[in-house]
């Protein structure tokens, strides 16, 4: 049974630095992709960022100058860099692996940015 078990959020206040990760189990295989979604209160769920195998990655245009994913395939883990925290980078962050046609999501970690 495959798991994404997401750590490191928290509170912070704006412009301090966060990092997130994400470790997946129950698999001996590497990922297609894994990344990040976010979903602050009220809104819709939006892509954060992408790491696929092989190197390639992707961020959302709101978040590309200031954060940075990164993937460890031998850990199967994903991590998400987030530098210079605004208030509306609060949201709860979610996970995801995607397994040939199969999407996997972690719990959720939630990120709040506040003075």
């Known amino acids: 049974q495959v798991q994404l078990v997401e750590s490191g959020g928290g509170l912070v206040q704006p412009g301090e630095s966060l990092r997130i990760s994400c470790t997946a189990s129950?698999?001996?295989?590497?990922?297609?992709?894994m990344g990040w979604y976010r979903q602050a209160p009220g809104k819709q769920r939006e892509l954060v960022g992408t790491?696929?195998?092989?190197?390639?990655?992707a961020l959302a245009d709101s978040v590309r100058d200031r954060f940075d994913i990164s993937r460890d395939n031998a850990r199967n883990t994903v991590y998400l860099q987030m530098n210079s925290l605004k208030p509306e980078d609060t949201a709860v962050y979610y996970c995801?692996?995607?397994?040939?046609?199969?999407?996997?999501w972690g719990q959720g970690t939630q990120v709040t940015v506040s003075s």
């Open positions: 790491a696929i195998t092989g190197g390639a990655r």
């Open positions: 129950g698999i001996t295989t590497s990922f297609g992709a």
């Open positions: 995801y692996a995607t397994l040939q046609l199969l999407t996997f």
